[in-house]
Structure formats: C-alpha cells, structure tokens
C-alpha cells in the first residue's frame, strides 16, 4: 500500500515484514518529443531502471505513442530493514523509517560512484544534516577541473543540491544534485545523488545518527503471499553467476521448490531488473 503524506515524490510503504515485494509495474505510452529521461523522472525510476526494462528503444528518441514498461515494483535486498539500505546494483536507496506507529519503507531512485570513484560498501552513520549546503571542492577534483573555485556557494550550479547527509566515512555525502540526468547512472565521485524533488523528504525523515548500509545485490528474491519473485539486474561490477547467485538464495530462504526453473533461467537471462514472478504454477 502506497501512503502519501501531501505531495510526496517518493514511493512510500507499510512496512510490517510479512512481505519483501513492493509496488507494481506499469506502462506508460510516449507523447511527441518525449524522452526516457524524462518519463523516468516523471514516475520517480532511474535511467538504469527504463532503460534496462525497454532494451529495445532509443532512450533519448523512442517514438510518439510507444508503450514503455515503466519498473515501479521493487524487493527489498536482503538485509536487516533498518535506517537506509542503498543497493549499488540496482540504483535505489531504501528507508525504513516510522511515522507515528507506523513502520514505514521509502525507496528512490540514485545516481552512484563512477569507475575509479565507486561508492563504498559497508555500513555508515549519518553524522551531519546540511540544509543548502556550500560544496567544498576536493582537491582531488579540483586536480581534474582546475577551473572549479575552492568553495561553490549554495544555489542553482551547486552540484549537492538543497539538501545533504554526510556519513561517518566523510567523504561521502547523500545529495541532491543539479544534474537530475544522472540519475539512475554512475556519475559520482563516491557520493549518492537524489533527484531535487526527493532529498528535502529524505532529508526531513532521516535523523542523524540513522545507520547507512550499502551492498551490492543484482539478485534479489521476495515473496509476496504465496508467490515467490525475482528481480535481476545487469551489474558489470558484479563477477559471479546471475542463476548460481539465485539459486543460493532461494534455498537459504528455503522457497527452491517453490519455482519454476524455466522462468528463473528466462529472469536470469534477461537481467532487465524487472520483478518477475517464478513460482512454479
């Protein structure tokens, strides 16, 4: 169940740990001109997610009146559903949070750490809340854009954004960003970028001392009821076996015999990050 308090942009749900899979996928037909940069934006998806999950279209010119598959159900990746899970692999930032009595669970789509600048795995603490924050420019990055000033004052050209969260490893910040293109993309000198309309509600949701952990997870397996889902993505830092990787999580959650083969191999196959439902029928 979605909950949205005012005009949320996030994709926000009860959290009461009966269930792993959330949301549900939808298509979206193109208006003249309209790129998939732009539909992402408008259903709050990375370019990862349309892109992987529309293969076969031009991302920047697909056409008037296409269908797109747009990607809006998500597992959770498996690991303790406290604080700010982010998963490299699949771009997404997860937030487990509690509104009254309600145990809630936030996601949104992420820009993270480029080759050579990948974002750390491990786990964090948000150490510093910072509202139209100044960017302080390293000297690393400076090196490669001696152009760049020493300071970058809040404001439309600054590449943090309205809000940030800096990390107990400090060289890392959760941020806006003034290029909302690279979400969804490795684009980053480590740090996670949000999406503008997204981190002032991380921000006003998150206290600080929240714990931040980031894995790597393309193979993520849920259940839902008495369904069992996969969801797969494409992640060239990733070195093992899509299938084997699968497999080993569905028997260490004990649901192997509930699937079908021929569908988990056609998932693994794809790697288009897609949920998809393999119980065997």
């Known amino acids: 169940m979605s909950w949205s308090p005012g005009s949320v942009s996030a994709d926000v749900f009860f959290h009461d740990g009966n269930t792993s899979v959330y949301g549900r996928n939808e298509t979206y037909r193109t208006k003249e001109g309209e790129s998939l940069i732009e539909v ?11 892109a992987q999950a529309n293969p076969e279209l031009d991302p920047f010119v697909p056409g008037e009146g296409v269908v797109v598959a747009i990607p809006m159900q998500w597992i959770l990746p498996d690991v303790q559903p406290v604080g700010i899970v982010i998963n490299l692999s699949d771009y997404r930032l997860y937030h487990f949070f509690k509104e009254g009595s309600d145990n809630l669970v936030a996601t949104y789509p992420i820009g993270i750490g480029d080759d050579g600048w990948v974002t750390p795995l491990g786990k964090f603490t948000v150490v510093e809340k910072l509202e ?14 001696p152009s760049l000033p020493a300071v970058v004052p ?14 107990s490893l400090r060289s890392v910040l959760i941020h806006g960003t003034n290029r909302p293109f690279g979400i969804g993309r490795k684009v980053s000198h480590g740090c996670i970028h949000l999406y503008p309309e997204d981190i002032p509600i991380l921000f006003k949701t998150t206290a600080k001392g929240t714990r931040v952990t980031v894995v790597r997870q393309p193979v993520k397996i849920g259940k839902k009821e008495e369904r069992v889902y996969v969801e797969i993505h494409q992640d060239n830092d990733f070195k093992g076996d899509y299938l084997k990787e699968a497999w080993i999580l569905l028997k260490k ?29």
């Open 40 to 50: 992402a934006r408008n259903f709050n998806i990375g370019f990862n997610a349309i």
């Open 132 to 145: 139209k924050p100044k960017w302080t420019v390293p000297p690393s990055i400076r090196k490669e854009d």
């Open 154 to 167: 809040p404001g439309p050209e600054n590449p943090l954004g309205s809000h940030a969260l800096r990390l």
């Open 253 to 281: 959650k004990q649901l192997d015999g509930l699937v079908s083969m021929e569908r988990l191999e056609a998932a693994a196959s794809a790697k288009n990050g897609v949920v998809v439902d393999i119980t065997l029928d």
